[in-house]
């Protein structure tokens, strides 16, 4: 075994906090054993940690250095790291056995994690700016003369992120966290759960190993976090995974409360699956249906937040529902998760089998089985924490316990509906979930559906069959989605893309003077000065332009003629260019004017360097707008400033963004866009 991955060799777990991994006190704890063999794979004890120096260390030594960082920068150490874990994967997979996934349920845990870091520094890269500040929103005027303005804008909290997840997805879990975290500058202490902590110091060792992370951007606590809660302040916040009843204790604390600790959970829900109407037996968006439950059941042995708990079904489908199904689970292998022909492997131990045979019980006061056993292959399933799939049928279909009991495993109930509304409020009577899916072909009851579930789900996947073949899944989490819930599902959010990273920001309104806003944003505003003494700015390296470097244009008047030519070439004969008493009969237009396209290509003429040089290329427009028409006769001029700057590290080339502002001869703004383009650095790749 490497020495990356000592959490099969029955030992002490380590914390890695305060830049270094640190053992426990004694030897003596929690023993943890696989849950395919019952066997011990590690031992879980006190490290007796100070929180308040783990909690000091992370903001001493990794804020300062994290919160200089663009979110550019940060971006770049996600992606190497992403790439670093890509590579030394399968180091992971063995331990993950351990816990009872195959190695499709380790898929979605272990690359499903790292890939998150790669989405996540993707996107960034394309929707964040290459600076500390994120300007959120549009900048507004507070002054007619614009001399006076208003922003949000965010900035990085001084804070930790605390993140405490739940035993089913010990790698994703932590990472996804994470990502969003590291992105807005702010550094991590995460605390793994306990049954299956061992994997998660698996992923530990190789993050620490691979050097890319600033010191104290992430520590890792396996075990107790002792009075870590009590240490935080509003600069902090908490991110919790697990079941409901513990997410309400957490948002409780004292210190949670007084300090205003922002806090987010993502609990246990009963999520369900509509099967519409418009989806008949016999029918491939109704096979698929069928596939997605029981692959919803088995995936991660059901041990899954966004599983699906409620199979809600149109009572005149509901037995040829069952029937498929039925067909469906007895296909089902349970067994040794090393084993390739098997498709279901074990809970994550014993305790978690025990509790969800306990929660099956309480269904069956509302619901009848349908099937609960199978043959386990190459196991013994009493040592192991095996499970057949059970598959209940509602005998009261509003009873509280269909709807409020989860049974966290291979387990789903059958119920029947007799409208839309009524499968509604079905959905409903789970008070908050995670996600929602409906499959059904008639876009009609799609929308019905998709609307009135909103306000109870977080999620809603519709299927049909055009998308059969690439939906993404029903428990599938996305990075650039949000994953969270109302009510009973935890009331917050995490993931959501750039949600997520705001999450960890301070937007705060900022009002100031252009050349102020200019200075804060680091985007230029207009009425901010500019800079023309450099000459053409296209003649300069993307290294030597700065902020607010400017030219204004020779003049060109726009003619008849120009308008004419120009619908020839490109055969827009709209109208208001061609027919002069047709244009002066609508209530916009004064007589022909020119095509909004002659008027941006008319600018380009004006500003465009055609030499070689520094400019290689434009890449597109931003926020184009045509303020005031321009008739044959206007005379336009163009004011072209440098205004904003994202460099492309290592390509030889940054992408500047140039405020555009083109006006006639009385000084009114014609035509306002941004001009993107790439600009070569002075340094070329080799």
């Given at each position: 075994m490497s020495s990356s991955n000592p959490a099969l060799e029955n030992r002490v777990l380590e914390s890695y906090v305060l830049g270094g991994w640190h053992k426990p006190r004694s030897a003596d704890g929690r023993m943890l054993t696989s849950a395919v063999t019952g066997e011990p794979v590690a031992i879980l004890a006190d490290h007796g940690l100070d929180m308040a120096s783990v909690r000091r260390y992370a903001i001493d030594t990794a804020g300062p250095e994290l919160?200089?960082?663009?979110?550019?920068?940060?971006?770049?150490?996600?992606?190497?790291?992403?790439k670093y874990l890509m590579e030394r994967k399968d180091e992971l997979y063995p331990v993950s056995t351990a816990t009872g996934a195959t190695r499709s349920d380790s898929w979605f845990d272990i690359d499903g994690g790292i890939g998150v870091l790669l989405s996540y520094s993707s996107k960034a890269r394309r929707e964040l700016p290459d600076s500390t500040v994120l300007i959120d929103g549009e900048i507004e005027s507070l002054a007619r003369d614009g001399s006076f303005l208003g922003a949000h804008i965010g900035t990085s909290r001084t804070g930790v992120a605390v993140q405490i997840n739940a035993f089913n997805f010990p790698c994703w879990g932590m990472l996804e966290k994470f990502a969003p975290a590291f992105l807005a500058g702010v550094p991590t202490i995460a605390k793994p759960a306990s049954p299956t902590a061992y994997l998660t110091e698996a992923l530990t060792r190789l993050i620490v190993e691979s050097g890319l992370l600033p010191a104290g951007s992430l520590q890792v606590i396996c075990g107790g976090t002792g009075d870590l809660l009590d240490q935080l302040d509003g600069q902090d916040s908490v991110a919790f995974t697990g079941s409901a009843s513990t997410a309400a204790l957490l948002r409780a604390h004292p210190t949670i409360i007084d300090e205003a600790v922002r806090f987010t959970a993502e609990a246990d829900s009963l999520n369900c699956a509509i099967l519409g109407a418009g989806?008949?037996?016999g029918s491939a968006t109704f096979a698929g249906f069928v596939a997605e439950v029981v692959n919803e059941m088995t995936t991660k042995a059901g041990q899954k937040c966004t599983a699906i708990r409620r199979i809600l079904v149109p009572e005149t489908h509901r037995e040829a529902t069952i029937e498929a199904l039925q067909a469906a689970l007895a296909d089902v292998v349970v067994g040794d998760p090393a084993d390739k022909?098997?498709?279901?492997?074990?809970?994550?131990?014993?305790?978690?089998r025990a509790e969800v045979r306990d929660a099956v019980e309480?269904?069956?006061?509302?619901?009848t089985v349908i099937t609960d056993h199978c043959d386990f292959a190459g196991v013994d399933p009493e040592r192991g924490a095996f499970m057949a799939p059970t598959l209940l049928q509602a005998t009261d279909r509003r009873a509280d316990a269909i709807h409020q009991v989860e049974a966290f495993g291979p387990v789903s109930t059958v119920i029947g509906y007799d409208s839309p509304a009524e499968a509604v409020?079905?959905?409903?009577l789970g008070r908050g979930s995670l996600v929602a899916s409906v499959f059904t072909d008639d876009p009609a009851e799609a929308a019905t559906l998709t609307?009135?579930?909103?306000?109870?789900?977080?999620r809603i996947q519709v299927v049909d069959e055009s998308s059969l073949e690439s939906h993404t899944g029903h428990g599938a989490p996305l990075p650039n989605l949000v994953h969270g819930g109302p009510g009973r599902a935890g009331g917050g959010e995490e993931l959501g893309g750039m949600r997520a990273v705001k999450h960890h920001l301070q937007i705060s309104a900022v009002q100031a003077s252009p050349a102020a806003m200019t200075a804060i944003t680091g985007e230029?505003?207009?009425?901010?000065?500019?800079?023309?003494?450099?000459?053409?700015?296209?003649?300069?390296?993307?290294?030597?332009?700065?902020?607010?470097?400017?030219?204004?244009?020779?003049?060109?008047?726009?003619?008849?003629?120009?308008?004419?030519?120009?619908?020839?070439?490109?055969?827009?004969?709209?109208?208001?260019?061609?027919?002069?008493?047709?244009?002066?009969?609508s209530p916009i237009f004064e007589g022909r004017v020119a095509h909004g396209y002659l008027v941006v290509s008319a600018a380009a003429g004006l500003f465009v360097d055609p030499d070689p040089g520094p400019v290689l290329a434009n890449y597109g427009l931003d926020r184009l707008r045509f303020a005031k028409p321009t008739y044959p006769g206007d005379t336009l001029t163009v004011t072209l400033t440098c205004k904003r700057k994202t460099l492309r590290a290592g390509a030889g080339y940054g992408e500047v963004a140039w405020d555009t502002q083109v006006v006639n001869q009385n000084g009114e703004v014609a035509a306002a866009y941004d001009v993107l383009t790439i600009v070569a650095t002075r340094e070329q790749p080799s």
């Open positions: 919160r200089a960082m663009t979110f550019h920068e940060r971006a770049a150490i996600l992606r190497s790291l992403g989806a008949v037996p022909a098997t498709t279901m492997g074990a809970l994550a131990g014993i305790d978690q309480r269904l069956k006061t509302s619901a409020e079905l959905a409903a609307v009135a579930l909103g306000s109870h789900h977080g230029y505003q207009a009425g901010a000065p500019r800079n023309d003494t450099k000459g053409h700015p296209f003649r300069l390296y993307f290294d030597d332009l700065e902020i607010g470097d400017s030219i204004v244009t020779d003049s060109r008047t726009v003619t008849l003629d120009d308008i004419e030519r120009f619908a020839e070439l490109t055969g827009d004969n709209f109208y208001a260019h061609m027919d002069d008493e047709a244009a002066k009969a």
